[in-house]
């Protein structure tokens, strides 16, 4: 299997739910961290297993050169908004300031660097880019959907 879709983490939504948690999706620094196609990234795992270099979102499948470094680049911009049914976690584009030489790039892990219980590094997410991308000694850009980095829909 490889990539095949953008999903959020249950684990992550349950561990907010419970206060297992002290998510802050709003005010805890974002990560992106991009990854190859030798993964099948799965939104049912464990909350171990959604963290950034553990598991298959191990650094040894995770894509970085030059101005995109490993461990991902932070997002800017951050916000989570609620529009009736609908609470959506936007962010600005993320790209590298610096030159970068990446191939094969075929999604992200979205993190919170910033949580250490449960676990560290705790996933909030995966977004899919559609095939892979690539760039040669220029600059990565991850264009978020208008429809922001996630949504949760609750009715």
């Not at 990854?35 to 171990?48: E, K, L, M, Q």
């Not at 979205?110 to 892979?132: E, H, I, R």
């Amino acid at each position: 299997m490889s990539w095949s879709n953008s999903k959020i983490f249950a684990q992550t939504v349950l561990d907010g739910l419970n206060n297992t948690t002290a998510l802050d999706l709003g005010a805890d620094t974002l990560k992106a961290a991009l990854y190859n196609n030798s993964i099948t990234p799965d939104n049912t795992v464990s909350a171990a297993n959604t963290a950034y270099n553990a598991g298959q979102w191990a650094n040894t499948n995770e894509q970085s050169n030059g101005g995109w470094s490993a461990g991902g680049l932070a997002l800017g911009s951050v916000t989570w908004s609620k529009s009736a049914a609908v609470d959506t976690l936007a962010a600005a584009n993320t790209a590298n300031g610096s030159a970068a030489t990446l191939s094969n790039v075929y999604g992200c892990l979205v993190y919170d660097s910033t949580l250490s219980t449960p676990v560290a590094d705790q996933g909030v997410c995966f977004n899919y880019f559609g095939g892979a991308s690539s760039v040669t000694a220029g600059t990565l850009t991850i264009v978020w959907n208008a429809s922001g980095v996630m949504q949760l829909t609750l009715t």
